[in-house]
């Protein structure tokens, strides 16, 4: 991670304040919970940027569940291929578990579209996909995604677990950011941690 950031960005304004993240939040965890009651549930966070937002949903869930985390970066060379690299594979089988797939944003749809073909070899009884933020104007691949926070427009979004170069995951609320005085969907950097098919089409 860099310790400076090497444009100037500027968050331009809060696109979902905390306080609708919640109320929105604590609905998703109600209606997954009613979903899945009596299910094995078990819920699979994609970091990094969902960490939050799963952190959240889960104290907003009155069902049991398990959660594990998977980690990934798209391939160098091959952004917005959808062709991940799994950096963290899961810890615990999911073979017969109903599983929900957590995602801090859909926005091409290749990651989760990989995603699933990947959890789905593992013969879990089903996949479903819980996003909190659907960028559906960006869509290449059509995905079902049962569980859904909010629709958003093509704007580069930070805050709530999500980054710039690795930078405003803190923030409470989503805000979005602008470089170079518009709004942008797709920062100009070229840094590898930019292996990022939100940024990157
Ligand atoms: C985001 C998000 C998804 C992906 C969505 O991750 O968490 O994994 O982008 O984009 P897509 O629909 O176009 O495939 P990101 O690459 O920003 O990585 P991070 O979560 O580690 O910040």
Not at 65 to 83: E, K, L, R, T
Not at 151 to 166: A, S, T
């Given at each position: ?5 090497t444009?100037e ?10 306080n609708r ?11 997954i919970?009613?979903a ?7 819920i699979?966070?994609?970091?990094k940027?969902s ?11 009155t ?22 690299r ?5 810890d ?16 091409t749809g ?16 089903s996949?479903?996909?819980c996003?909190?933020?659907?960028k559906s ?20 979004v930070?805050?709530?677990g ?7 995951r ?17 920062p100009?950097?070229?840094d ?10």
């Amino acid at each position: 991670m860099k310790s400076f950031l090497t444009t100037e960005p500027e968050l331009q304004k809060v696109l979902i304040p905390q306080n609708r993240l919640q109320e929105r939040v604590s609905e998703l965890g109600q209606e997954i919970s009613q979903a899945f009651d009596g299910k094995d549930l078990a819920i699979v966070a994609i970091l990094k940027g969902s960490f939050v937002f799963a952190a959240d949903l889960l104290r907003a869930m009155t069902t049991e569940c398990s959660i594990d985390f998977m980690g990934i970066s798209s391939y160098a060379g091959q952004p917005g291929s959808g062709v991940v690299r799994i950096t963290k594979d899961l810890d615990e089988s999911i073979a017969g578990r109903s599983v929900l797939l957590v995602e801090d944003i859909i926005d091409t749809g290749l990651t989760a579209n990989y995603l699933l073909h990947t959890l789905k070899q593992r013969k879990p009884a089903s996949v479903d996909i819980c996003a909190l933020l659907d960028k559906s104007a960006r869509r290449i691949i059509d995905l079902p995604i049962p569980y859904r926070g909010f629709e958003i427009p093509d704007v580069f979004v930070v805050g709530y677990g999500m980054d710039y170069q690795q930078h405003y995951r803190n923030l409470p609320h989503i805000a979005i950011l602008r470089l170079n005085g518009s709004p942008k969907s797709q920062p100009d950097s070229t840094d590898s941690d930019q292996a990022d098919s939100r940024n990157v089409s």
